[in-house]
């Protein structure tokens, strides 16, 4: 649907309403990188463009949100200007002219989670998570790097009508209920076309089972390896919250034992007093 050689304007419509400015995809370049290796399992997009500035973007659709979701995003955009860097100092020395670092455009990270990581829950209105970075004393440097997370989930239960056309992309992207594919076609009706090729595409099930078993063999094993960190994640946790209870339990032992301790010392001096009165009342 958003192959960029087949169809170039869809990506571009898409990236022009993420980031709010006119895109032209200038060509599609491989994704796997040598920094950034097995980490395609769980994904249902993965696409690295670039753009008429020369900026990078990376737009990913994650079918579960991987764990540490900030950090990854900080490895990938890291790796883009890594990339870009490469591209043109090696341009440069084809070219035989200087290289200069203000020939090094903005770098892109677009996460579009289907299931999205618990982070993200604690916003449950927000589904569009747009970042840079900036100092805290106003400087203004142009650090190259941006981030927009899109959550789909969190779309889809808070927005139900068709407001803007980034809304209709989300849409296509997170929903195959019937009515909201109508709510889209009504109003945007070129998407009658998008929806007609995949309807198309998913009903060649054979030519859908061989292009895809590898990718599945891979998303089963990777899916299993998440769910065992994931479940080593919660049982270290769980482990965690039993020693806090434990060193509780020590601490309140202790103070208890302390108080038994203060309470004794007390009943034998009240007894050493009535045993002193009771010898003074017999000496009178």
């Not at 927000?126 to 899109?150: K, N, P, S, V």
Request: net charge negative.
């Amino acid at each position: 649907m958003f192959d960029p050689l087949q169809y170039p304007g869809r990506l571009e419509d898409f990236l022009s309403l993420c980031l709010g400015e006119e895109v032209k995809i200038l060509s599609a370049l491989p994704t796997e990188s040598s920094r950034l290796t097995d980490e395609g399992s769980l994904l249902v997009m993965d696409l690295l463009v670039r753009l008429q500035s020369g900026a990078l973007a990376k737009v990913e659709i994650q079918r579960v949100g991987y764990l540490f979701p900030g950090q990854r995003c900080a490895c990938y955009s890291s790796d883009l200007v890594m990339r870009q860097y490469s591209m043109v100092r090696s341009q440069c020395r084809k070219e035989n002219r200087a290289f200069s670092y203000q020939q090094i455009q903005k770098v892109y990270t677009i996460v579009l989670f289907q299931h999205s990581p618990k982070e993200f829950r604690q916003f449950p209105g927000e589904y569009l998570h747009h970042a840079r970075q900036q100092f805290d004393t106003g400087l203004e440097l142009d650090l190259l790097q941006e981030y927009l997370m899109i959550p789909l989930d969190i779309f889809l239960k808070s927005q139900h009508n068709i407001s803007k056309k980034l809304d209709a992309w989300l849409m296509l992207i997170a929903s195959d209920n019937m009515e909201q594919i109508r709510n889209v076609i009504n109003a945007y009706p070129e998407f009658g076309e998008i929806y007609y090729q995949v309807f198309q595409f998913r009903r060649k099930v054979e030519e859908l089972m061989n292009m895809y078993s590898d990718a599945l063999r891979i998303l089963d094993a990777n899916t299993v390896k998440y769910m065992i960190e994931q479940q080593a994640e919660e049982i270290e946790q769980q482990k965690e919250k039993i020693d806090q209870l434990d060193q509780e339990m020590q601490s309140k032992e202790a103070a208890y034992r302390t108080t038994l301790s203060e309470k004794e010392q007390e009943i034998e001096r009240l007894t050493a007093l009535l045993e002193a009165r009771d010898d003074n009342v017999k000496n009178t």
